[in-house]
């Protein structure tokens, strides 16, 4: 078992959420929809500057087999070889 972590930064782009009451009565009032729509803009235009999503992702990792770092660069040397060897006749 290892513990693994991972940092990372995510843009919010496009948002489609919007404002409402869940009430229909306020929702259909000439006020109520001004306003959100005035709040669904400047949301929306926030999100545009500012949505900026960091998050830290820490994983419990089961190994299923242990390799130490030599094993791993050899198996990348042997990996790249036989992948030359298959292509060797193109060239």
Sequence with gaps: ???D?????????????S?????????RTVLAKGLYQVLDREVG??????????????????QLCRRNKYEKVALLINA???ARSNFSHLT
Excluded: C, M
């Design 19 to 27: 404002f409402s009451s869940n009430r229909p009565g306020i929702d």
């Design 80 to 82: 790249n070889n036989r």
């Design 5 to 17: 972590g991972e940092l990372s930064l995510a843009k919010v782009i496009t948002s489609s959420s």
């Design 45 to 62: 235009a926030a999100y545009q500057q500012h949505g900026w999503l960091p998050t830290l992702n820490v994983y419990l990792v089961y």
């Design 1 to 3: 078992w290892r513990i």
